[in-house]
């Protein structure tokens, strides 16, 4: 089956974080306001027992409980949110991604790269590991035989997505392309990186298997 089209995107940490703020506002704002009533509720019940009795503890705790509670319902999903890109900075990598949309699926290949574009030639010798400096010897060999430069390159991983097996919803988020997968996982495809007619395409796509 031939390709349909492919792209080639990468994202910035501000672009993921909004991407996840989106993820968490289409699964889980529902749930999170359902508590919140919940424990408004809860709140003024022990606001009122307070009112018929001062003295009493029951009343205290339990809309402190409920108050405490209800901000760490809103204050939680920032906090997530926070770690995730302050993990994804200590990482000390990028990204790169290329999607593949066939009839019947969607491939998704990463592949990883140093976040540090310098590089680093080293020798491998009896005596150990030693870096090897700019205009010595040993690099001038090196350049003369690159056969012995090994690439530590990693291969891209792919991901392959069944679109019969698999939940996919497609959004238009902002200056984001937003893929959902399985209510799990969500994918963006920046604006910036697409030209008009891919993203015309891209959106047809979707709209073409009825997953907007």
């Not at 994202?11 to 996840?20: L, V």
């Not at 319902?73 to 949110?81: A, Q, S």
């Not at 990204?95 to 592949?111: A, G, K, S, V, W």
């Not at 020798?123 to 090196?142: R, Y």
């Amino acid at each position: 089956m031939n390709d349909r089209f492919s792209i080639k995107f990468d994202n910035t940490p501000e672009e993921i974080e909004e991407a996840y703020k989106a993820f968490q506002t289409k699964y889980a704002l529902r749930k999170k306001l359902l508590y919140t009533v919940i424990y408004l509720i809860v709140i003024v019940l022990a606001a009122d027992l307070i009112v018929r009795d001062m003295t009493s503890p029951m009343g205290y705790i339990a809309g402190g409980l409920a108050l405490g509670i209800l901000v760490f319902n809103w204050i939680k999903p920032v906090l997530i949110r926070r770690k995730m890109i302050q993990g994804i900075s200590e990482l000390g990598t990028d990204e790169e991604y290329t999607m593949t949309l066939y009839d019947d699926r969607i491939e998704i290949e990463t592949q990883i790269t140093s976040a540090d574009k310098e590089t680093e030639t080293v020798a491998i010798t009896t005596h150990g590991v030693f870096t090897v400096e700019e205009g010595s010897e040993a690099a001038k060999e090196l350049a003369e035989h690159p056969e012995l430069v090994r690439d530590d390159t990693k291969p891209p991983e792919k991901t392959v997505y069944r679109l019969a097996e698999t939940e996919v919803f497609m959004a238009d988020h902002k200056e984001l392309l937003l893929m959902f997968v399985n209510r799990s996982y969500i994918h963006a495809v920046p604006k910036r990186c697409l030209g008009t007619e891919e993203m015309l395409a891209f959106k047809a796509y979707f709209e073409e298997k009825g997953l907007t």
